[in-house]
């Protein structure tokens, strides 16, 4: 099979290659962050590295089950490694591991050794790393493919590649797998095959003894309401519509559990103006679209809706501060923070060729008054790019190429 390679994530891993913190990779189930390794232990064997220097180790692999002790993993780690010459460590999916970070932190202390690891549990690997890490530790979050990695994977099989076509198939999932795949069948049961993963492993697991049946129909409420602003009330509002009841704390268990999972990201309302977070409302992103169209393959939603996510996505990628934008009364659909502190807005709309969609897709980011960038993302192929007083429209998928 041939991976996708992927730059950035590979950039970080270097750039962190041989200095004295732990390199943890986060991502949702099947996002690639073992295919991630794969290529980074291949970068280091091409750069002189020996295979005896690397120890790997994959706790969702039945032939180190023993190894989710941690006494025995400290055992073998240190039966395997060599006097004299730098380790490199990858534990694989660490969450299974009770008391890892006793492991790690041994390891840590040694010369030599270099240590990297993956989770698919921001709960597990938040909660246990930043009480016993703290400091000693960068995290990097693997997404699923972004579209000019899709295209990158997409150029291993075909030689000619139609944009649109490509988006078409990139807005239906973006897992690494599915570009192997042939048929819409086989996409479909890949897919159900992850979420039953996350939904067993990283959501029940984490609640206890939950409803199922009340998990999926919250679930289905998320997925229905992508790119819309809700509360918890408005949840429980629509689940008793459905002859559901739930008590508020039991719900709001339910949704840190589907955060907590990855499956979802909840974004917060940020104030432009007043530079400030605000505590009412937010809105929940999907980590890939193909969850939606496997829970709801008949549900009719505006599709701007849909870019929303990809651009959210998108955004993450680049971006460690992501929100949904507030000034006065209106919404932004994106405020972003940079590390440097900077900002930039995005709008985002489906079209905006007729006058009156312009104007209202325009108005919100006129309303913001400093020199920050402010961009109008669209599908629109004609008139794809114009500026408005310093609002810079642009093509969705020119935009995703950059």
Excluded at 129 to 153: C, D, H, K, W
């Amino acid at each position: 099979m041939e991976f996708v390679s992927r730059p950035m994530y590979l950039e970080f891993l270097q750039r962190h290659k041989d200095k004295p913190i732990i390199k943890i990779v986060s991502g949702v189930r099947r996002a690639g962050k073992s295919v991630l390794f794969t290529l980074f232990k291949k970068n280091l064997m091409e750069s002189g590295v020996f295979e005896e220097q690397i120890i790997s180790v994959n706790f969702e692999d039945l032939s180190f089950y023993e190894l989710r002790d941690f006494k025995r993993l400290y055992a073998y780690i240190q039966e395997h490694l060599i006097e004299n010459k730098k380790c490199y460590i990858f534990l694989d999916e660490i969450q299974h591991v009770p008391n890892f970070e006793l492991v790690v932190d041994s390891l840590f202390i040694k010369p030599n050794v270099d240590i990297y690891m993956t989770g698919s549990n921001a709960y597990f690997m938040s909660s246990q790393l930043a009480t016993n890490l703290t400091g000693r530790y960068v995290e990097l979050e693997v997404l699923p493919l972004s579209f000019s990695e899709y295209i990158q994977g997409l150029s291993n099989k075909q030689d000619h590649i139609v944009l649109s076509d490509a988006f078409n198939q990139y807005a239906f999932s973006a897992f690494p797998y599915l570009l192997q795949t042939e048929n819409f069948l086989e996409r479909v049961e890949y897919l159900r095959g992850i979420y039953h993963s996350v939904l067993v492993n990283d959501i029940v697991s984490r609640i206890g003894n939950p409803n199922t049946s009340l998990l999926e129909r919250i679930i289905r409420t998320l997925l229905s309401n992508v790119g819309s602003l809700v509360s918890t009330n408005k949840i429980k509002n629509t689940l008793i519509s459905q002859h559901v009841t739930i008590s508020h704390s039991s719900l709001e268990n339910y949704l840190e559990a589907l955060t907590d999972s990855l499956l979802f990201y909840a974004v917060p309302r940020f104030d432009v103006k007043g530079r400030e977070l605000l505590q009412r409302l937010e809105k929940y992103y999907t980590v890939d679209l193909g969850f939606r169209h496997l829970l709801l393959p008949d549900h009719q939603e505006d599709f701007g809706h849909l870019l929303e996510n990809i651009v959210y996505l998108e955004l993450r990628r680049k971006y460690a501060k992501v929100y949904v934008g507030n000034v006065g009364k209106y919404e932004v659909d994106f405020v972003v923070i940079t590390d440097k502190g900077t900002y930039a807005y995005y709008q985002v709309s489906e079209t905006t060729l007729a006058p009156e969609t312009l104007e209202r897709e325009l108005r919100p980011l006129r309303e913001i008054n400093d020199q920050f960038p402010k961009y109008l993302l669209t599908m629109d192929t004609i008139q794809p790019s114009a500026n408005y007083n310093g609002i810079e429209k642009k093509n969705i998928i020119d935009w995703l190429c950059e």
